[in-house]
């Protein structure tokens, strides 16, 4: 097995974009918690993944992540790599009713160039935070739309950096699920909209933000929906039911003012957040036969 530290000094040789080793990633999360990864690269562009790609063993760990808005990070931190898209791949261009934005593009930035451009159908991505990278891979959605009504096509490249176009149909999307091929690095997507007036697209946008306000809690350090919402039930309402709303274990609760997602109200550990998210489940599970699925994706190892 190659030297670790040797590895990084020769990528660190080569990379534009900020490398860093035993770099804290889970305080990068929306969580604001949790572990280190080995190595977390923000490439420059595309050019300086290719590069990365080629130095970085291939049979070592290697993650991508975009905004962090869905994503747990074990105290115990994570193996290898953790690839994160950001500025460099934030480019948003308008086509007719077209847009094309980079993989690290922030999916608010997206429906408003939208919205300046006249184009409708992409709202929903105002209230959903983290990147379009991110929003593929969850096909997430709100108020009944999702990526996949909306994604054209994506780039993607694999750790050898041959380039993929894909389309939804290929990426069988499903609700909160995207079947990406294993070591598929999304690096830039098209979506398409339908031409409308300007102003009453951004009078969408403002009735998004106001809901979400009133909603969610959107200034607390969250993931969004934990759970995702079983066939024919509200998570919500099933985790309210059984008696789970501002339930805490350590730092971590759920929140009163939406109780299907889960706030470090300060001094949470990943484990905390973990182990209160397992509690919901059971109470669920115990008092309705009903099975939640985490839609938070949780990586890295848990502390021993
Ligand atoms: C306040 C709040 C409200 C939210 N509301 C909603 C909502 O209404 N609807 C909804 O669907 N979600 C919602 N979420 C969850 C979250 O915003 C979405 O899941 C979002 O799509 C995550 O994007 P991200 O860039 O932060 O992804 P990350 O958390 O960074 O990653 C999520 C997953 O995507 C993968 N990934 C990310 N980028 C790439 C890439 N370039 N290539 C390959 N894989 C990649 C990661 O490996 C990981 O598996 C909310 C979250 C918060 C904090």
Redesign the pocket.
């Known amino acids: 097995m190659p030297d670790p530290a040797k590895i990084f000094q020769e990528l660190i040789k080569t990379a534009r974009g900020r490398l860093m080793q035993k770099a804290s990633l889970g305080t990068e999360?929306?969580f604001r918690c949790g572990g280190r990864c080995g190595l977390l690269f923000y490439p420059a562009d595309l050019k300086d993944l290719k590069d990365f790609l080629e130095q970085y063993p291939k049979d070592w760990p290697l993650?991508?992540?975009?905004?962090?808005?869905?994503?747990i990070v074990r105290d115990g931190g994570v193996r290898g790599a953790v690839?994160?898209?950001g500025k460099g791949?934030a480019d948003i261009e308008v086509e007719g009713t077209k847009i094309t934005a980079g993989?690290?593009a922030?999916?608010g930035n997206v429906a408003q160039a939208a919205a300046k451009a006249g184009i409708g159908g992409l709202e929903?991505l105002s209230?959903?935070?983290?990147?379009?990278?991110?929003?593929?891979?969850?096909?997430?959605?709100?108020?009944g739309s999702?990526?996949k009504d909306v994604l054209l096509e994506t780039t993607?490249i694999n750790r050898v950096g041959q380039k993929r176009y894909l389309r939804p149909d290929h990426l069988q999307m499903s609700y909160?699920h995207t079947e990406?091929p294993e070591d598929?690095?999304?690096?830039e997507a098209v979506f398409a909209g339908e031409e409308e007036d300007s102003e009453i697209v951004r009078e969408r946008l403002k009735d998004i933000k106001a809901k979400?306000q009133e909603t969610?809690?959107?200034t607390?350090k969250?993931?969004?929906?934990t759970f995702a919402n079983p066939d024919g039930h509200k998570a919500w309402e099933l985790i309210d039911k059984v008696g789970g709303r501002s339930l805490k274990v350590g730092g971590a609760q759920m929140s009163e003012k939406h109780c299907n997602?889960m706030i470090n109200t300060g001094t949470a550990t990943a484990a905390d957040l973990e182990a209160l998210g397992e509690e919901v489940r059971s109470l669920v599970r115990e008092k309705t036969g009903i099975e939640l699925q985490w839609?938070?994706?949780r990586?890295g190892n848990k502390l021993t």
């Not at 209230?127 to 108020?143: F, K, R, S």
């Not at 969250?222 to 929906?225: A, K, R």
Request: charged share 10%; aromatic share 8%.
């Open positions: 999360s929306w993650i991508t992540l975009g905004g962090m808005a869905n994503t690839i994160r898209l791949f993989a690290g922030l999916n929903f209230g959903i935070p983290g990147t379009v990278g991110g929003a593929i891979c969850m096909n997430a959605g709100a108020y999702e990526v993607a909160r990406l598929t690095i999304l690096i979400r969610q809690p959107i607390e969250t993931g969004g929906s997602f839609e938070i994706k990586i």
